[in-house]
């Protein structure tokens, strides 16, 4: 049952084919086998996930279960759950054990989903290789010697390793879609404002998104109608009704306009990368859309304004881990400064402490004006790039990621080509849009994934567009091998 | 050399609102430490803060009603800087964009003049929580209660210019706050404090000297003290030949002396970005109208009103107004004693203010209410008693004997107007003493004051004392 897609699983439930608890052993014994390898998961939540699946057997029995009833999944390691230790990758929470759930959380129970454990993920889910996790790098499915991408890695590989058929994820700057890309599954972000950030542990407010993997646009249509809604806890969340998003789905694509910029296929781009992408378009074309060159004329200019925002935003964020009220504590400080200096620094790992200090540096008196300042003003240009873009055309593609899966530990001391690797993810964040990655073909046996954004809360038309492709391609079908 | 002061006050009130700022957790203050501190408030991973939108309410009242701009858009900030009881890593505070700016206050001054100070911005913000450092065995406790109580910081202009001045604009602005219920004012919990920059110059001199800030001062005598003593400090080591150091300074209210707590050199660099948790606070002219219209009657036109009303002196309009429910007191007072305002100022300020001193009280639960001192008030007006036994009757009303016709009644103070009566005990006392009427008539006219005493003495003080004196004056004289 492994192999079948959360939609397919949930009308076996609603079937009765077999119970949820009967699924959520099957997952947690596939976790048990093959997670060791995969290292995905941070902690797995055997006792209550068979709980929770007992509640869910007795609503399928009563007629009120939903389209989540029963169905397994697991949450990046980011979003926190009463009771159960909330990570986010680091040692300084490791002792965390979260007194409250987040909204996110919170639905995903209302709905019914059996949560079976939490994931791995980049350190405070800044990084893209899910190297610097306090728990050591998840490995690619595909490949064990690659990363799976980041920082939603063990989200990703999970899924693509068929260990639970859907995951929660957060998306900074690519944190869905570039591991979605890298693991050959679907990894959707939403508009900035459609899922709630509260209990979300932050990162860069301002560019934090949740969303989810799963292994096709159906499933994250489902996966997305019970995630999303406004939440008075988040003043960032937007008070707008969530679409049916399963009910689009079968829409067609009869007169779609696809916009391809220029600057998304040129230099660095991998030539068989952008080959796969090329071919996924035609089948586009197949399907009744026209394709249009446009031009994104300020995206040279997105991967620095993010690497100014984002860090400046995360120094103030993570300046709550202090070892004053709750994670790592130093041993015997000697006072005050002693017990924030040796808890920081021994709490953190290299690449926080990297970004703590870069942003730290960004909003200091007398640099403020020349990098935060004028790195909001490049988000302004940015945006206007996208809403010029989407005058002309419905959505816009092109690759998510410039390469397949990289070898753990080839970019590890090279940041500023790690930070490359989301050069065409970022610019979404930065404007706030919704976009889309689903498997496109394959490259040396890796999989490549199409990146598809949308303009503001055209999250349905995002997932129709996955749907209809999917329809007339199997790369998302496509298993890892050893996890068939 | 003639030194001028140059003073500016950041007052910091605590707003009178049920929940905190960013979070539901209840204000109510003296609860048992951390009990009043939610997962918003904690800091905890993930959470996030939701303006309680009564604190920009209260805000905007406070803004029309010292004519000041209320912004049609304001924005929050993150002041970053590490501290045990700031549970974030930075206080959520308006920096370059707050909610109230560019007004004025008037305050009355010594001389009977008035003068405007100008009220550069008020802001809204967080308060942090509370360090603990008794009780620990050399450590230190942290209540996290205070964390995220809405604060109103109002910033005056360098506008003033005595410990006097400042002391008369922190009671104005204290006053202020109260008349418009945004505020308890309760000093004593915190709710209303001040740091005061005070700085030096030449006299005539146009550029401000440096600038020292005295911190977290909390009455009106500690204002008083602290800048008196900061104006000798500084003009001493100018004198000698020193500089001022621009440094933040603590008021020891025991040793009455201001010291120093750090320099500028060691000052912050507070790293001040918009929040991006929250979303800028826009403001529109019907909600700002809606706001007016709920406006209370302000002291400065409560006093011009009882002047005119009451013939009342500036000085004592001055004192019944200072707060709302006194003000209230006194004119519910009035009116009961039919409009006797005069009287009524006399007694508010004098008798019962006494009482209440004494025993402790607020006005707003005097043992004696508006409406029975004013029943008292209207028998003195219509001669059924005299002043003097008022007195008497206001102290058993405060004991709660009743109200002033019934004890009146009781004690049978009725004071005695019957002309006749009055000749009759004049008489008496007369006849028996002839020796004081030869020595009366042989010009020793203090006199005159011994046979009221002997009269008031025979009718126990009810005579009423201005017909005793025109009848004696006719006997004697005649």
Known sequence: ?484 | MEWETVIGLEIHTQLATKSKIFSAASTTYGAEPNTQACAVDLGLPGVLPVLNAEVVRMAAMFGLATHSTVAPRSVFARKNYFYPDLPKGYQISQFELPIVHDGHLDIDLENGGSKRIGITRAHLEEDAGKSLHENFQGKTGIDLNRAGTPLLEIVSEPDIRSAKEAVAYMKKIHSLVRYLGISDGNMQEGSFRCDANVSMRPKGQAEFGTRAEIKNINSFRFVEQAINYEVQRQIMLLESGGTVVQETRLFDADKHETRSMRSKEEANDYRYFPDPDLLPVELDDAFIEAVRKTLPELPDVRKARLVSDHALSEYDAGILTASRELADYFEAAAAAAGGAGKLAANWVMGELSGALNRGNYDITDSPVSAGTLGGLLQRIEDGTISGKLAKQVFEAMWKGEGTADEIIEQQGLKQISDAGAIAGIIREVLDNNPKQIEQYRGGQVKLFGFFVGQVMKATQGKANPKQVNELLRKLLDS
């Open chain 1, 1 to 484: 049952m492994h192999q079948k897609s959360l939609v397919e699983l949930a009308a076996d439930l609603q079937k009765g084919v077999y119970s949820s608890e009967e699924l959520t052993r099957a997952c947690l014994q596939r976790i048990s086998t093959h997670d060791e390898r995969l290292n995905s998961f941070v902690t797995v939540t055997a006792a209550q996930a068979l709980a929770a699946a007992q509640a869910a057997d007795g609503a399928l029995k009563a007629g009120t279960a939903g389209p989540l009833t029963g169905i397994p999944f697991a949450h990046k390691d980011i979003f926190c759950t009463r009771g159960v230790k909330t990570s986010c990758g680091s040692k300084m929470l490791d002792n965390f054990i979260s007194p409250y759930d987040a909204t996110v959380t919170e639905k995903l129970l209302e709905a019914g989903a059996v949560m079976v454990g939490k994931t791995n993920m980049d350190e405070f889910a800044m990084g893209s290789s899910n190297e610097t996790s306090f728990y050591g790098p998840v490995r690619n499915p595909w490949d064990e010697a690659t990363v799976p991408g980041g920082s939603s890695g063990g989200s990703a590989a999970a899924v693509a390793a068929r260990l639970v058929p859907a995951s929660t994820g957060t998306d900074t700057g690519g944190s869905i879609r570039q591991p979605a890309a890298l693991c050959g599954i679907t990894g959707l972000k939403p508009t900035y404002g459609r899922v709630s950030r509260y209990g979300m542990i932050a990162f860069a407010s301002s560019l934090d998104q949740g969303g989810a993997f799963t292994r096709s646009a159906a499933d994250a249509a489902v996966m997305l109608g019970a995630m999303a809604g406004f939440d008075p806890r988040d003043s960032t969340s937007v008070d707008r009704p969530v679409d049916d998003y399963v009910a689009q789905l079968n829409e067609p694509l009869q007169g779609l306009k696809i916009g391809l910029p220029k600057e998304y296929f040129g230099e660095g781009l991998d030539s068989a990368v952008g080959d796969a992408v090329a071919a996924a378009i035609d089948e586009f074309r197949k399907l009744g859309a026209t394709v249009v060159d446009i031009s994104l004329p300020n995206t040279h200019l997105s991967v620095p304004a993010y690497y100014v925002v984002a860090p400046a935003e995360c120094s103030s964020n993570l300046s709550r881990f202090d070892g004053v009220r709750f994670g790592h504590r130093a041993e015997n400080p000697q006072d005050l400064e002693d017990l924030y200096t040796r808890s920081r620094g021994e709490g953190f790992g290299e690449e926080v402490k990297r970004r703590i200090l870069v942003g730290t540096y960004a909003l200091s008196a007398g640099y403020y004006d020349a990098y935060y300042l004028k790195a909001q003003q490049v988000r302004r240009l940015i945006r206007d790039d996208f809403l010029q873009a989407f005058a002309q055309v419905d959505v816009i593609m092109g690759p998510t990621a410039p390469s397949v899966a990289f070898k753990l530990g080839e970019k590890a001391d090279d940041p500023v080509s790690m930070y490359l690797s989301d050069i065409y993810t970022i610019a979404v964040n930065l404007a706030g849009l919704p976009a889309l990655s689903i498997p496109a073909g394959f490259s040396n046996g890796l999989p490549v994934g199409l990146h598809v954004t949308g303009n503001y809360f055209q999250e349905a038309r995002l997932l129709n567009v996955g749907h209809q492709y999917q329809q007339v391609s199997d790369w998302h079908t496509r298993c890892p091998q050893g996890f068939e």
